[in-house]
């Protein structure tokens, strides 16, 4: 800025009252225009001012304080006896902070803060600074002054105003400097429940530390436990805020599962705390930068914090396979996307810029090199530490310290990988004497059943299209997995060859197969037979060997993938058959006796108060209310009023979902919109389970029609999950919805639409070829148990 007389603010919501200037201590005279279309405050000054002036604007305001989640707001916990508590908490995050006072807000006007709460005396206050000074002020009140902030942007500001509320505490040991860590809680909730989230915050302060070689710049930090709150966390400076199930822990009652959850979301606001809020993207578009590298690292930070957990195992299924089907769509969109309109920001908080961008970046860290990759993060937080960056700036500082194979250049694959929309696929055919890959864009791993051990390929025509690549062979190879490890963000699409001695390995010895690459295979065999690239038939022909499957990660993907066709076909003449192939391989599992168990269980917890293990208690009480009628369903909503564990409360909400009655349904949609039994942040996951109940869906998706605008701000992230399997007969295209969402919704909407239509298409494409797969399958089933029979005969 050289002259100006105008100064532009950002204010939602809020009343002005009164308001002077001044310039270099001389008092200034102005002009003031409100804009309500992009919630701005303008001055018009009387004279210029200069780039240098001192410029003091006081400003008299009021605004309210609302239940929304946004700005200021208030979160209601309610104890297990029905008594409720109010706290005021913010969230700022991506463009709120204007709802509770005016200021710059864009993530590149970075300032520092001075926060002074006036509080009742039983209120305790937190903000991202420890207290400076708390002292009486008038009328019995309390003021709280707390020290300046570092320099930040406006959406790392927090304050939390606590009602009812403990705290435990420890101090760091291996820090440079020592912090204190306090974790906050409700009272009534905390006991039991903390010791975990402290440990954990605590242990990833250290981790962090010492990966970055930065020290943590302040020195408090506070978890905050707040029953309702819009995200799973938030990163706020020195006040990280958490929804109560992201951060409480209740050994013995929650599952391994659940803790291992918790671990993964402190770990990823602990590294926000150097890779977004010492250094912040420039703006919005760059968003990835942020959550990308938080969500990578925080793998990173669990592993090395629980190695016995192997967590990052887990990482291709949460995030490349987990990001690849959205990206999939015609409606998805770049990771880095510009947008200059504020109200599209929130649709950039998606797979995309968390889970895709994360897929890249650990692509783009296996190719530079571990300790290069870490030398390049050290020297990028150090050279715009308070300050702001783009990635491109990020990845000119890789491409010095990494050692690339010739041709490779980090800047430029970065670049077409954030920029482009989509996954790239590669096709892979096996002859012979040689392994032919047409359209490969990265360098990968290949592995052949001959040699153990993978062979890197490497292409000196990076980026270009429609390549194409012959690897000799030294041996004969019945079969070649491309990308094992998962490591590139690519599918691989075989030969038809290919997937029979895949299938044929996989019936015959799937352990030959690390779990990661029998993902893999599934998961991109899967989404080819959805985009008709591969006859379904193949994808089951992989399948079946899922009877000798007992690792949790490839049955993370197979479950999803066998409901997804099995809620397709449902309706259709040969429906039954899959079901009946499905339950076949269930109790060739013993899932047939672990129902039966389930509901043993159940009745022992019931009548001899035997409580079921953490990792059982779902399936325990889903299978108890679905058998159990009415009186299982109420114990289920007394206990879920009861509970203390977050954990537990969505337990039991999934089990309260999967009754069968029609009425007991219909009372569970009611409650979810009465406001009194359920917090607005849990009702996106009840509808969801209901819709997964084959007996409550169409009664749900009838109570969603009629009462959508009650639904419509629970819904904004969820809206697909509770939706996606519309009867695609019947509604084709829900219009209803377009007209009850606000614009910054329609890319959410667009993928939703696209989706159905999607269904639509793979059941029309689909419906021959799977008829006539399980038609041969069954005689061949038929013949295989007539031999069986045979044999055992003989041996009588």
């Not at 292409?459 to 690897?471: E, F, R, S, T």
């Amino acid at each position: 800025m050289n002259t100006t007389k105008l100064i532009v603010l950002h204010a939602d919501n809020l009343i002005m009252t009164t308001f002077s200037m001044s310039v270099n201590a001389r008092r200034m005279e102005a002009e003031f225009f409100f804009c309500p279309a992009s919630s701005q405050w303008a001055f018009m000054m009387d004279e210029e001012v200069h780039a240098g002036d001192f410029i003091d604007l006081g400003i008299e305001f009021q605004g309210e304080v609302l239940p929304d989640l946004q700005g200021l707001y208030i979160s209601t916990h309610t104890d297990s006896r029905g008594r409720k508590t109010k706290s005021a908490v913010t969230q700022f995050e991506p463009s709120y902070a204007r709802k509770m006072f005016p200021c710059f807000d864009e993530p590149n006007f970075k300032a520092t803060f001075e926060v002074s709460v006036i509080r009742e005396p039983h209120h305790v206050v937190r903000s991202n600074m420890k207290m400076k000074l708390s002292e009486e002020h008038v009328d019995g009140l309390y003021i709280d002054v707390f020290h300046r902030t570092v320099k930040m942007s406006t959406y790392l500001l927090a304050v939390a105003i606590l009602d009812n509320y403990d705290y435990v505490k420890r101090t760091t040991k291996s820090t440079k400097a020592p912090i204190e860590v306090r974790l906050y809680a409700p009272k009534d909730v905390i006991k039991g429940q903390a010791e975990f989230g402290l440990d954990t915050a605590i242990r990833s302060l250290e981790f962090f530390e010492n990966y970055f070689d930065i020290p943590y710049p302040l020195d408090k930090i506070d978890l905050l436990a707040l029953d309702d709150f819009s995200e799973g966390a938030m990163e706020n400076w020195g006040l990280i805020t958490f929804r109560d199930s992201t951060l409480l822990h209740a050994e013995g009652i929650a599952s391994a599962l659940a803790k291992e959850q918790i671990a993964l979301v402190i770990c990823h606001e602990i590294a926000h705390q150097w890779f977004g809020n010492l250094v912040t993207m420039n703006w919005w578009n760059d968003l990835w930068l942020n959550e990308g590298f938080a969500n990578y690292m925080e793998y990173r930070c669990v592993d090395k914090l629980f190695p016995d957990w192997n967590i990052m195992t887990r990482f291709y299924v949460e995030n490349v396979a987990f990001s690849q089907e959205p990206d999939g769509l015609r409606s998805s969109r770049a990771v880095s996307t510009h947008t200059s309109n504020e109200t599209n920001i929130m649709g950039l908080f998606d797979a995309i810029s968390y889970h895709k961008a994360a897929a890249i970046i650990r692509m783009l860290q296996s190719l530079s090199g571990e300790r290069n990759f870490q030398r390049s993060l050290i020297q990028y937080l150090n050279k715009y530490a308070y300050g702001n960056a783009k990635g491109s700036q990020l990845w000119k500082i890789v491409e010095k310290h990494a050692v690339l194979p010739h041709g490779v250049s980090i800047a430029s694959l970065a670049t077409a990988y954030i920029t482009q929309v989509g996954c790239p696929m590669i096709y892979v055919t096996l002859s012979n004497n040689e392994i032919i890959i047409h359209n490969q864009v990265i360098p990968f791993f290949l592995r052949k059943c001959a040699n153990q051990k993978s062979q890197p390929i490497k292409n000196d025509c990076i980026g270009l299209p429609a390549n194409y690549v012959a690897w000799p062979l030294v041996e004969h190879s019945k079969w070649v997995i491309a990308n094992t490890g998962g490591f590139s963000y690519v599918k691989v699409l075989y030969d038809k060859k290919n997937y029979a001695a895949l299938a044929k390995q996989l019936r015959t010895n799937h352990r030959a197969i690390s779990s990661i690459d029998r993902s893999m295979i599934l998961n991109d065999a899967f989404d080819f037979a959805k985009t008709s690239k591969l006859d379904i038939g193949v994808y089951l022909d992989l399948l079946l060997y899922a009877e000798e499957e007992m690792d949790r990660l490839p049955w993370t993907l197979i479950s999803k993938q066998v409901q997804y066709i099995e809620d397709l076909i449902e309706d259709t003449s040969f429906g039954h058959i899959f079901k009946v192939e499905i339950l076949e391989m269930a109790c060739r599992l013993r899932h047939r006796d672990c129902i039966k168990q389930a509901h043993n269980r159940y009745n022992d917890w019931i009548t001899k108060k035997k409580r079921p293990s953490p990792e059982l208690l779902g399936v325990v009480l889903d299978e108890g209310v679905r058998q159990g009628g009415v009186a299982a369903w109420e114990r289920a909503y007394a206990a879920y009023l009861e509970a203390k564990s977050p954990s537990e409360k969505y337990q039991l909400i999934g089990a309260m979902a999967s009754t069968t009655h029609p009425s007991l349904i219909s009372r569970l949609l009611r409650l979810s919109i009465e406001g009194s039994s359920f917090r607005p942040n849990v009702i996106p996951r009840m509808l969801s389970d209901l819709t997964k109940n084959e007996a409550a869906r169409a009664l749900t998706w009838r109570f969603f029609r009629v009462n959508y605008k009650e639904f419509v701000r629970m819904l904004v992230k969820r809206l697909p999950e509770c939706v996606l399997f519309i009867d695609s007969k019947r509604d084709k295209k829900p219009h209803f919805l377009k007209k009850s969402f606000l614009e910054d919704n329609k890319a959410r909407l667009n993928q939703l639409f696209e989706q159905i239509e999607l269904n639509i298409q793979w059941r029309r494409l689909n419906e021959r070829p799977l008829r006539k797969w399980l038609e041969n399958w069954d005689e061949e089933r038929r013949v295989i148990q007539r031999r069986r029979r045979h044999h055992k005969h003989r041996h009588h």
